[in-house]
């Protein structure tokens, strides 16, 4: 989902700003699509001219059999759809302006030199992971050893350092399976005519000059970034649960509620669930929890639980939990609106995972955040919010311990929601808030990026 959404999102805006027509290219598998997949791609709200193209399922179940939850089996998957029938698919279209890509989606390069369409990448993550991103093969080639035990941090050039115990998962061990394919797909990065961005310029002015003027990149050659961010979902279509939940918040005071989420399939250990649910018990604050059933192997448990079926919270969090929290705070199993919650006057702070679209939705909605990163970019994304933007605040994890304690959660939840330290980034936040809809608008500087590709697309050229 956090790609879809700001891939969808943009199709949208290719539409009804730019007045193209666009075919969605969705990759399926045998399984049922997911309730939250569906209810975007049907929803009501999808414009005409935007028209959704589900590419045959592939089922990649004994290639990936052994394998365990990650970008692994979902890169055998997309390689294995694209080769299937991108090419087929392509053919039937009357002459493609361009093919945007996601991330992941680098095995369109051969199809598409072949016939001659453009193809951009939708990096759908930060400015700032971009231009790791990029660098990463020069990194690659020039350490010895892991790249997590470089002394010191990582310089990317032009940007700020990163820590190497923030480094995204898929670069600790080189010579895992999920290192060989984000290289892959990273290293690839350069073949793209162009590279759109979900940030822009107010958010992450360093790394988007660094990717604009730094000479480093310009010798890789990178091609040219086009920041067209944020692209949040704005239409999103409300379920009967959801309607609930923001009728408990009608009732509920202005900044009064934290809203616990992890993203669209993030888990818990069941250790740190409980002190989780404890911590906030303690810190006596109104909040939303949206909480998935307790997964001890992997932070990503429920993207791969069949369906995202939705278990009974009652149990798995702590006995009496529910009956203590009565009236203070809301548990909902698996999903909630994520989008419409942190719109919420009453919704006060977000303690979230750091995917880049809930980064985004919390910094266009004004709200500060509590980081918790679980896997993939996200423990980069939570340093780059606190020690770069300034909206977040990020829990003590003790060396060694596995688990962080119920008194931290209750600290940083007090802090954001009612300390002074809160009411300074969620000013901060409320600035960027701010900023993100002058972007936006007709001559803002997000909306003009997008004006310049689309103007180019339109005359059959590549956008400098
Ligand atoms: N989301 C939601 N309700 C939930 C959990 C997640 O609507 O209960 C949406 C959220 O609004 C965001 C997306 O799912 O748009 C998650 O994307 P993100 O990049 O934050 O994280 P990822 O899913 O990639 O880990």
Known sequence: ??????????????????????????????????????????S?????????IYLPPVDVSNLVADIPPGLTPLCIMVQHS????????????TRPVALVIDLFGTDAFEVCDELSIPVYSFFTNSASFLAFSLYLPTLDRETEGEIVDIPGPVQVPGCRPIHTHDLLEQVQDRKSDEYKWF???????????????????DLEPVPLLALKENPFFLNIPTPPVHPIGPLIEEDEPITESGKEILSWLDKQKPDSVLFVALGSGGTLSSKQ????????????????????????????GAFYSAGGKE??????????????TEGVGLVVPSWAPQVAVLRHASTGGFFSHCGWNSTLESVVQGVPMITWPLYAEQKMNAAQLVEEVGVAVRPVVELGKEVVGREEIERVVRLVMEGKE???????????RDSARIALELGGSSFDS???????????????
């Open 1 to 42: 989902m956090g790609h879809i959404i700001p891939l969808f999102e943009l199709a949208k805006r290719l539409v009804t700003h730019h007045h193209f027509h666009v075919s969605f290219l969705v990759i399926t598998t045998a399984d049922p699509l997911p309730a939250a997949k569906t209810n975007l791609l049907c």
């Open 273 to 300: 669930l409980s002190e989780l649910a404890f911590g906030l018990e303690l810190s006596q604050q109104h909040f939303i929890l949206v909480t998935r059933k307790p997964n001890d192997a992997s932070a990503m």
């Open 44 to 52: 009501s709200t999808v414009p005409s001219g935007l028209h959704i």
């Open 311 to 324: 278990d009974d919270p009652e149990t798995y969090l702590p006995e009496g939990f529910a009956k203590r």
């Open 422 to 432: 809160g009411k300074f980034i969620r000013q901060r936040a409320k600035e960027l």
């Open 183 to 201: 290289f892959l797909h990273m290293s690839r990065l350069p073949k793209a005519a162009g590279i759109l961005t979900n940030s822009w310029k």
């Open 82 to 93: 694209l080769k299937l029938s991108l090419r087929s698919v392509l053919l039937r279209l």
């Open 450 to 464: 997008l004006t310049h590709v689309a103007k180019a697309w339109k005359l059959g050229r590549n956008a400098a």
